[in-house]
């Protein structure tokens, strides 16, 4: 009976030490929208503080304090194919952006891009920047002159140093 009594209380005891573990909810974030005329990812600007955006965007899937030894740390969201990099002041979006823009750049030929931002500023072969009212927009382009990749920064083409 004793011993009955003394192995029921210590499988309790177990039961309730297990119990105390927490609920976590995941963080929620809305669908990203890119503005590519005003230079905005979900109302956040590329020269937004590292801290404003993981408290408005909280589910980023790596956060690299922007001091870091390669001098490229920000807040990146890799499923969502968005990049901050917030010590340099500018914003990647790349082919696997599944959120909606204001000018839909994604996909689009070189030759169709005249109509919404004009000529670029300054133009290479898998590279064109376009000078906009925030500063660069620079668009890179796939081997079938397809834009794959756009670089939303605060900073002027010549200022604007990129991570790899």
């Not at 210590?10 to 119990?19: M, P």
């Not at 609920?23 to 590519?36: A, E, G, I, K």
């Not at 490229?72 to 002041?89: I, Q």
């Not at 670029?120 to 500063?135: I, L, T």
């Amino acid at each position: 009976m004793k011993l009955t009594a003394t192995l029921t209380l210590s499988f309790v005891l177990l039961l309730a030490g297990n119990a105390r573990a927490q609920l976590r909810s995941t963080p929620y974030c809305p669908p990203f929208h890119v503005d590519v005329l005003d230079g905005t990812i979900s109302k956040l600007f590329p020269q937004s503080p590292h801290g404003d955006i993981k408290n408005r965007l909280p589910c980023f899937t790596e956060a690299t304090d922007e001091l870091s030894s390669w001098g490229c740390g920000g807040v990146f969201y890799k499923d969502k194919g968005v990049y901050f990099y917030t010590y340099r002041d500018f914003v990647e979006i790349r082919d696997n952006f599944n959120g909606s823009m204001t000018v839909p750049l994604m996909g689009s030929t070189r030759n169709s891009l005249f109509k919404w931002l004009g000529n670029p500023r300054v133009k290479d072969f898998s590279w064109e920047s376009y000078q906009m009212k925030y500063g660069s927009l620079v668009l890179f382009f796939d081997a079938s002159n397809k834009v794959n990749r756009i670089i939303i920064s605060s900073k002027s083409p010549e200022t604007l140093r990129l991570c790899e």
